[in-house]
């Protein structure tokens, strides 16, 4: 019996692994798996926090109530975190550290009881309002929040008003600033 004739073409298909149509899908599911991962990567960074707890442009937990300066105190400054908390009458404020005229880092005059830009000599009372000098407006500050024990939210920093917030009576309460947060300083005449 005479053997069965194979084509060169059927014989060249038969040793490769894989045909060009088959090559191609899985070069194709290749670039969608890649291509998946790639955005699911992005996807999770996006949902990451961008600043973490404790950091400039996070929430800092900055004490408790007990702890707070008395109203005729210098305001404390929180050097690393960009701001000062100042204790008023009127109650809490937490001022962003930098000057409304050019950006420089105003100082707490203890003498003069207000803060004084070294630049250009801009003035600011001990809640951030305008007194004098180049700066366009009063001073920009961050929200601030006092929270009961258990993390309920007792008073907070209006920000359409950025009024000093009364400060509660329970010692306990725990005062954190959002620096994330920023109100701007309300323009002068
Ligand atoms: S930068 Fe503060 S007064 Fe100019």
Redesign the pocket.
Known sequence: MAAEEVSPNEEAKERLPINRREFLNYAWLVSLGFFTISVAGITYLFALPRFKEGEFGGVITVGTVENLPNISDPPDNYAKTKFWLSHTPEGLVALYKV??????L?NWNGQEIKYI??????QFEKDGKYIQ???PRSLDQFVVRIESPEGELIVETDPATGAPIPVPDNPDAIIKVDTGTRIIGKQHA
Not at 117 to 122: E, K, N, T, V
């Open positions: 000057c409304t005229h050019l950006g420089c105003y830009c070294p630049c250009h000599g801009s000098g180049p700066a």
